[in-house]
C-alpha cells in the first residue's frame, strides 16, 4: 500500500469523513486540488474558514444564516402566522425555491432515529411549541421526507401538538415519491405538495 506524506494523508482523511465520499474519492480530490494554483487553494481555505467564522444559526427559526434573525425571519412582508417545520436548513431551501410558501419556517435540527439515539429531547420541539404559545398562529405545515423517519416525526408532532385547536397542521401532499429526499425533489413537484397540502 503506498504511504502519502501526512500532510496529503491527513486531507484525504478530513475528505473522507463527508457524506458520500469514501477514501478514493478523497484521493482523487486531494491530488486535484493538488493541480490548482496557489490562488484558488487560498480561496477554497478561506471558504472554510469562513463557513465556521460567519456562519451562525437564526435564534427564531434556527436556520443557518450569517445574520441574526436570518433574511427570511426579518422580512416584514412574510406571513407570520403560518410556519413550516422542516427537518434541516436544506429542506428550508428546497422550500424556499419553490416560491410558492410565504411563511415562516421552524429548524428542527433532524428528525426522530431512535436507533441512532435522535430523541425528541435532541430536536427543537420545545421551541416550536414555546413559538406557537408566544404567537399568534393559523397553520403549521408538517413538511418531512416521507420516508420511516420523517412519518415517525409527523405522528410524534401532531400528537405534541393537539392541544392547540386553534391552529390548522397540514402536511405537504403524497405528490412525492415515498422514500424521496425533499432536497432532490424538483421544484414542480414541492409547489404541487405545497399548493395541495392537507390535513393530519
Not at 124 to 139: H, Y
Not at 142 to 171: C, H, Q, S, V, W
Amino acid at each position: 500500500m503506498i504511504k502519502f506524506p501526512p500532510t496529503i494523508q491527513n486531507l484525504i482523511d478530513q475528505f473522507s469523513k463527508l457524506p458520500g465520499i469514501g477514501p478514493k474519492t478523497a484521493e482523487r480530490l486531494v491530488f486535484y486540488l493538488l493541480k490548482w494554483s496557489q490562488k484558488e487553494k487560498d480561496e477554497f481555505a478561506k471558504a472554510l474558514t469562513d463557513l465556521s467564522h460567519s456562519i451562525t444559526h437564526c435564534s427564531l427559526c434556527h436556520n443557518i444564516s450569517e445574520n441574526d434573525p436570518c433574511l427570511i425571519c426579518s422580512d416584514q412582508a412574510r406571513d407570520k402566522a403560518k410556519i413550516c417545520v422542516v427537518a434541516e436548513a436544506h429542506d428550508l431551501s428546497a422550500i424556499e425555491n419553490t416560491s410558492e410558501f410565504k411563511g415562516v419556517y421552524h429548524v428542527l435540527g433532524g428528525v426522530l432515529d431512535p436507533l441512532h439515539g435522535i430523541t425528541p429531547q435532541k430536536l427543537k420541539t420545545d421551541q416550536l411549541v414555546a413559538k406557537i404559545q408566544e404567537n399568534n398562529l393559523t397553520e403549521i405545515i408538517l413538511a418531512f421526507n416521507p420516508d420511516m423517519e420523517g412519518e415517525a416525526t409527523m405522528t410524534y408532532l401532531k400528537n405534541l401538538l393537539k392541544p392547540f385547536t386553534k391552529i390548522k397542521i397540514t402536511r405537504l401532499a403524497r405528490g412525492m415519491p415515498v422514500g424521496s429526499d425533499l432536497e432532490y425533489t424538483d421544484e414542480i413537484t414541492l409547489s404541487n405538495a405545497l399548493k395541495n397540502r392537507r390535513d393530519i
